[in-house]
Structures are given as structure tokens and as C-alpha cells.
């Protein structure tokens, strides 16, 4: 590993950390205002963080 | 794990050589494919290597097929000699060699001796068959269960909610109320597939199938040709002729369009293989890390660590395959979707 490679992946996960975070933290704010909606909120949740994940890792292959 | 263990208690018996090194090795060789089921080794007072497993066969394809047993290789630590073929295991792959088992190196650390076709049943292909026998008998017993009465009894009482779930909360939402019959056998069976080797891969077996890519791209691909070969008119009308936008940009999303069915499936693959590789990779290490601190401050803590990591691979475990299945049933949805006027 070359060190473009190793900022390129830390680049990456920031970048893919904050992606998730927000939808967390969104997603937490949703429930909190209609908890009844929680099983609806939390499926779109997971499908938004796992794409964001899969490019992350496309990325990270690539880096 | 137990692996781990007692390859690193042989490793501090020896006293010498460079522990993270061959923490290291050890690492690659377990995300590695191999000839024959191994659990432990350990060196014996005499010092030669004893290993407690089971050999599977290989099966080759070389002006004609050869089956022998891995037990030939003797762990890849001997050449095996079949009517008077010379073959020899080179990092875990065969190639064809001599009867001194000399292995020929380009410059790129690469051997250039003859690599035969290989169709052997390797540790992953008889893990595949194992759950595969497994899960038919399991599901074929629940369901003659449910011919007696409608109540679930034994397993079906564990799986029953579950099997419900997928149908309720990820087929009927997500493929629709007439369509999502066609295709719950296959998300039932991807679902429980992915889950049980997952599962399987953090036992003490060391067998770790999601982490082989072509698995994966396996996995992926009966996705994919389900999503093609399933689709109505209108999935192909929204790719190639995309409705209520201007001809100019129909023409651009097109190729878009076209790139992203092949990018879906291709995302499902990496994110397996990404997610269980990872997993499996700070696990070990984090295993590894016990006998490199060697005082009890560090080795109980990377123990405690290596406990919340093996929980939360559970937790991946399934997540993992719920979002394959959730995914998979996404893309048929958009594949059988039927025209709507309202965009």
C-alpha cells in the first residue's frame, strides 16, 4: 500500500461515515416524531446506509 | 478461533520467530479456499506437524479427469503423483509440476507452471453442500409438519416469524401484492443460505464462504438473471426509452440506465464479500492481538474486544442477509412494477 492509497481509503471511510451518520441520525429524528412509523423507517434506513456502503467499498477496492 | 489458539500457543512453545508475521500468514491462509478440512494443528514431541481434519477430494481436468484424495498433498507440504502426473499445491491452488514438485516464478512472484482446470470440492464447495443438505432437510421437515396442523411445532415455532417477515415486511412491500408469489422461493432460500454460512463462518470450523468473491458473484447473478429475465415491457420502457423526460435526455440515460442494472447486482456482490472479509479480518486480528501483548492487562482486553466483535458479527450476520434479500425483492419489484399514470 502506497500512501495515496491509505488517504484515499481514510477519505473513503469519512466520507461513508458521514453518509451513514446522517441517515442514522435522520432516521432516529423520524422515529422520534412518529414511532409508529419506526418499522417503515428503519427498512428505508438500512437500503439508504447499505448503497451508500456498497460504493464505499466499490471505492475502496478501487483505492 | 480455537485455530488461532493453538497455533499461537505453538508459536509461544517455540519461543522464537517473528509472532506478527505469521499472525499475519495465518490471517490470509483462513480467508483463503483450500484442499482439505482442517481444524487444528499442532507439533508433536517429535516435531513433525500433525493436523486433526478430514481431506476432501480433488477432482482435475487434464488431458482427462483426475479424482485423488488432498491427502496426497500432505498439506501441500508433498508432491502427489497420479498415473504418473506430478501435481502440487502453490497457495493453495494445483499446478502441474515434476516429480521433485519444482514450482517455476516469473518476475512477478507468479508460477508459470501448468494450472489444470479445477473442479475439486474444495472446503467452501462441501460447505455449500453441507448447507444445502442441511436447509432441505430442515425445510422439508417443517413443512410436512404443517400438513398435520396448522400449528408450528420444533423448529417451524423459531422460523415460522421469520419466514413471515420476509414475505410481509420485505416480498409483499417491495414486489406486490399479485406478483410476490414467484418470488419468495428464491428469497426464502438466499435469505436462509447466506445466513446459516454466515453464521457457519464464526464457528470454530474456520469456514468462511461469503468471503470468496465468486460465491458472491454467484449469488449476485441469479439475482440479476432473475431481475432480466423476469421483467415486463415497462422495466425495459424506463431503461432504454425513459417516460415524461425530453428526447435528448432519453438517449442520454439510456446507457445510464443500462450500466445501472449491471451495478446493482455488482453491488451486491462486493457489499457481501466487503462486509464478511472486513469482519473476518479485524476478528482474527483482534485474536492475533491477545498473544502479541503477552501481559494480562492487553490480552484481556483484546479479549473483551474480540467478544463485543463476535456479537456484533452476529448482528452482520443477518443484516447481511436481510439486505441481499431486501435488495434482491427491490429489484424484482422495479422489474415487474406495472405501469403507473401519475408520473
Known amino acids: 500500500m502506497t500512501i495515496p492509497n491509505i488517504v484515499g481509503a481514510g477519505l473513503i471511510v469519512i466520507g461513508a461515515g458521514l453518509g451513514i451518520g446522517k441517515i442514522g441520525g435522520s432516521a432516529m429524528d423520524a422515529i422520534a416524531r412518529q414511532p409508529e412509523a419506526s418499522g417503515k423507517i428503519q427498512t428505508a434506513m438500512l437500503i439508504a446506509a447499505a448503497l451508500i456502503e456498497g460504493i464505499g467499498f466499490a471505492a475502496l477496492f478501487a483505492a | ?343
Open chain 2, 1 to 343: 478461533m480455537i485455530t488461532t489458539f493453538s497455533f499461537a500457543k505453538e508459536e509461544k512453545h517455540e519461543g522464537e520467530g517473528d509472532i506478527k508475521t505469521e499472525i499475519k500468514e495465518y490471517i490470509n491462509h483462513h480467508l483463503l479456499d483450500s484442499h482439505d478440512f482442517s481444524l487444528t494443528s499442532y507439533t508433536n514431541g517429535a516435531g513433525e506437524h500433525k493436523y486433526i481434519g478430514f481431506p476432501l477430494p480433488v477432482i482435475l481436468w487434464d488431458n482427462g479427469l483426475k479424482i485423488f484424495s488432498s491427502s496426497k498433498f500432505h498439506h501441500g507440504e508433498s508432491v502427489a503423483e497420479v498415473n504418473g502426473e506430478y501435481y502440487t499445491l502453490f497457495h493453495n491452488k494445483v499446478y502441474k509440476t515434476d516429480a521433485a514438485g519444482t514450482i517455476n516464478l516469473d518476475d512477478d512472484h507468479h508460477p508459470t507452471n501448468i494450472k489444470p482446470i479445477d473442479f475439486s470440492i474444495t472446503k467452501n464447495v462441501f460447505t455449500i453442500f453441507l448447507v444445502g443438505l442441511l436447509m432441505f432437510v430442515m425445510f422439508s421437515r417443517m413443512a410436512k409438519k404443517y400438513k398435520t396442523g396448522s400449528i408450528p411445532r420444533g423448529m417451524g415455532r423459531f422460523l415460522e416469524p421469520i419466514i413471515l417477515y420476509i414475505r410481509d415486511d420485505i416480498a409483499v412491500p417491495n414486489i406486490g401484492e399479485k406478483k410476490y408469489k414467484r418470488y419468495m422461493p428464491y428469497l426464502l432460500t438466499v435469505f436462509f443460505f447466506i445466513w446459516i454460512i454466515n453464521l457457519l463462518g464464526l464457528t470454530p470450523l474456520g469456514v468462511n464462504v461469503t468471503n470468496n468473491i465468486a460465491v458472491t458473484l454467484a449469488l449476485a447473478l441469479i439475482t440479476y438473471f432473475l431481475t432480466t429475465f423476469t421483467a415486463n415491457k415497462n422495466y425495459w420502457g424506463h431503461i432504454f426509452w425513459m417516460p415524461g423526460v425530453p428526447t435528448p435526455m432519453k438517449i442520454i440515460l439510456a446507457p445510464i440506465e443500462l450500466l445501472g442494472t449491471i451495478i446493482k447486482p455488482f453491488s451486491l456482490m462486493i457489499r457481501l464479500y466487503a462486509n464478511i472479509t472486513a469482519g473476518h479480518i479485524v476478528l482474527m486480528s483482534i485474536i492475533g492481538l491477545m498473544f502479541i501483548f503477552k501481559n494480562w492487562i492487553g490480552s484481556s482486553l483484546s479479549f473483551g474486544l474480540a467478544f463485543a466483535l463476535s456479537l456484533l458479527e452476529l448482528l452482520v450476520a443477518a443484516l447481511q442477509a436481510y439486505i441481499f434479500t431486501m435488495l434482491s425483492a427491490l429489484y424484482f419489484g422495479s422489474a415487474v412494477e406495472e405501469h403507473h399514470e401519475d408520473h
